[in-house]
C-alpha cells in the first residue's frame, strides 16, 4: 500500500523533554509538510521540505527542528523549547512544490504533561 | 499570519439540500485556491482546487466559486449526504515552492 504513515498516533511525554514524531511517505514525492492543528483551529504549518537535504520554516517554526536526510522521511523532533506542545500534528506530502494535492498521515497527537 | 479564513465556524444541513461553504481570502498573489476535507480524527483530503484565473470549477458534486473581486471562495456541494459530515478548510498556494496556508475550518453536519 502506498502512503504516509506518521507513529505512534498517541504520544505522551514530560514537559522539559524532547520527542521525535515520525513522519514516512512511499510515494516517492519530493515535498513534504509538517502542520499543527488546534482544537477549533486550522493547519498551521510547522516546517516544509521541497527536496532531500533541504527544508524551509513555517509560520510557527520556534521550538521546532526537521531533518530531511532521506527522501521518504521527514521527521518532526518537538524541543523544549516549545512553550505549549500538546497538539495534533500532521505531516504531509506532495509529488512536488508545485502540486496542490496533498497527502496526509493520520496524524500523531502529543500530550505533555 | 494566516491569510484565508472562513465566514461560519458551523454549518448544519439536511440531507439532500445543497450545502455553500465559504472562505474569505486576504493574499491576492496566490497562484491556487483548494478545498479539503477532513473527517473526525483524520488527516485532511483533497477535494478540488481552483487556480487563480478561473472562476469556477467543478467536480463530482461539488462546485468551487473564486471572486477575486471580493476575495471570497466557497465550495458548493450538491445533494448532501451525510458522508459529507467532517469539517472542511479552504487553503491558498502561491508560486512554486511554498506550502499550503489554511484557514480555520467549517464543521457541516449532515442530518437524515
Known amino acids: 500500500d502506498g502512503g504516509i504513515t506518521q507513529s505512534p498516533k498517541y504520544l505522551f511525554r514530560k514537559e522539559g523533554q524532547n520527542v521525535t514524531l515520525s513522519c514516512e511517505q512511499n510515494?516517492?514525492?519530493?515535498?513534504m509538510y509538517w502542520y499543527r492543528q488546534d482544537p477549533g483551529q486550522g493547519l498551521r504549518l510547522i516546517y516544509y521540505?521541497?527536496?532531500?537535504?533541504?527544508?524551509q520554516k513555517g509560520d510557527i517554526a520556534e521550538g521546532y527542528s526537521v531533518s530531511r536526510e532521506k527522501k521518504e522521511s521527514f521527521p518532526l523532533t518537538v524541543t523544549s523549547a516549545q512553550k505549549n506542545p500538546t497538539a495534533f500534528y500532521l505531516c504531509a506530502s506532495s509529488l512536488g512544490p508545485r502540486n496542490t494535492e496533498a497527502f496526509f498521515g493520520q496524524g500523531t497527537r502529543l500530550t505533555v504533561v | 499570519g494566516e491569510s484565508v479564513g472562513l465566514h461560519l465556524p458551523t454549518l448544519s444541513v439536511q440531507e439532500g439540500d445543497n450545502s455553500i461553504i465559504n472562505c474569505a481570502y486576504s493574499?491576492?498573489?496566490?497562484?491556487?485556491f483548494i478545498w479539503y476535507k477532513q473527517e473526525s480524527g483524520k488527516g485532511p483530503q483533497f477535494i478540488i482546487d481552483i487556480r487563480s484565473n478561473m472562476d469556477k470549477r467543478q467536480g463530482q458534486r461539488v462546485t468551487v466559486l473564486l471572486n477575486k473581486t471580493v476575495k471570497h471562495l466557497s465550495l458548493q456541494i450538491a445533494a448532501t449526504q451525510p458522508g459529507d459530515s467532517a469539517v472542511y478548510f479552504c487553503a491558498e498556494k502561491g508560486q512554486a515552492g511554498t506550502a499550503l496556508i489554511f484557514g480555520k475550518g467549517t464543521t457541516l453536519s449532515v442530518s437524515s
Open positions: 510515494l516517492n514525492h519530493d515535498a
Open positions: 521540505s521541497q527536496i532531500v537535504n533541504d527544508f
Open positions: 493574499n491576492s498573489a496566490s497562484d491556487y
